[in-house]
């Protein structure tokens, strides 16, 4: 299994990045998926994540209304799409996955995890 994250870089307060992450070696319906941010000096915290087979999200409250996760299964890909960026968001964006069954609640629980991408940094910038 392979998760590989892309789409970082540098950007304005107020800007927009898509973060991608390229599965390989699992089928993503067996899966529960998530981006997870890990801050300068802080842990990784979830900020968005998904059950792939039926679609339904988890945000967390300092992402709602600014991120939106979304797969293609066909092309084992998940996205983030991350607007109205803020200074705190920086940080190293992880893509994870987590072998069903799980309930969503639980998926913002980084420990739960089976497999991890290396990560995508996001440096936000006023």
């Known amino acids: 299994v392979q998760l590989v994250e892309s789409g970082g870089g540098v950007v304005q307060v107020g800007g927009s990045l898509r973060l991608t992450c390229e599965a390989s070696g699992l089928n993503l319906r067996d899966y529960a998926m998530g981006w997870f941010l890990r801050a300068p000096g802080k842990g990784r915290e979830a900020a968005a994540t998904m059950i792939i087979r039926d679609g339904r999200t988890l945000y967390s409250d300092s992402v709602k209304g600014r991120f939106t996760i979304s797969v293609d299964t066909q092309k084992k890909k998940l996205f983030l799409q991350m607007t109205a960026l803020k200074y705190e968001d920086t940080g190293e964006y992880f893509c994870?996955?987590?072998?069903?069954?799980?309930?969503?609640?639980?998926?913002?629980?980084?420990?739960?995890?089976?497999?991890w991408g290396r990560g995508t940094q996001v440096t936000v910038y006023s």
């Open positions: 994870g996955a987590v072998s069903m069954p799980i309930e969503l609640p639980v998926t913002k629980d980084p420990g739960w995890y089976d497999y």
